[in-house]
């Protein structure tokens, strides 16, 4: 039951599974990252939004693991696009994190309207932060075809992944498919959405048919298309059943009748990113 790593564009690699650390209290972060860690997860994933580097440094620190062990990921907090507030929160991040790189720091939103929709100089500006070895790799999160369009067009560097609401009732095929032309992994958020798609029929029959549980049968869907996922939960039962993904593989008929529950925009858990600003 080992995680593979799967290479970036950029010649660097990332565990295909972590542990996503949204909307777990600060107070809480410490214990639930390090339950993680010694579970087996390497590779985590927070962001300035959700208000718990600090606390993710210091329970990376306090496993005993040497910090090039564990992919870390973090993401620019709406708000600060314009260059030199991107620096200025970047250098947050880090010391938040008590750490002197990131393995991965991403756009958290494209924000259409806000800053002039000038994400392009926001990527500039990450660009700098990998070319100075504080960010490993450098990636986009929510961001549509024409917002990755924008950015082939406009910048050098090929974002090395996009972070976007992927699951079965939101399958994002389009979205996913540019990545995979261009060479941009997915990294699927709300992988379960957040719980909902785990009561669905279709679901609960896989489960039973593998003799797993609905939230593996729908992160071993997810791995099996190649996609990035880090689910989050703190319940010890729970973090340690999602780490259980690759003993077990899906056959295609499967594979396609968990496809084939996509609703498109109805299945949407969150904001739509051409909106959200
Ligand atoms: P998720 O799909 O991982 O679902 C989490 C919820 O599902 C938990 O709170 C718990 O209630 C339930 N759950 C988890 N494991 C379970 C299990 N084995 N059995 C039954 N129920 C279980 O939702 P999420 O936290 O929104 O997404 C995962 C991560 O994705 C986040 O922590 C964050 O790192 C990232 N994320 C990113 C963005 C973005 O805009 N980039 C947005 C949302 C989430």
Redesign the pocket.
Known sequence: NTVPDISLNDGNTIPQL???????EPKDTAEAVGRALEIGYRHI???E??GNEAEVGEAVRASGLDRGEVFV?S?LNNGFHRPQDARRAFESTLSALKMDYVDLF?I??PLPTRYDGDFVSTWKTLEEFQRDGRARSIGV??FQVPHLERLAAEADVVPAVN???V?PYLTNEQVRAYGGEHNILT??????????V?DDPTIVDVAEQVGR????VV?RWHVQRGDI???????P???E??FQLFDFTLDDTTMERISGLDRGEAGR??PNPDEFD
Do not use: C
Not at 18 to 24: E, L, N, R, T
Not at 229 to 235: A, H, L, M
């Open positions: 972590g542990f996503g650390v949204y909307q777990i994933d927070t962001a939004m959700y990921t993401k991403l958290h939103w999160s929510n972070q976007i609401e699951h990294e699927a958020w709300s992988p379960i959405a957040q719980g909902l785990l549980t609905p939230a593996q992160l996922v880090f689910p989050k939960s703190t319940t039962k729970r973090v059943e999602n858990t969150g």
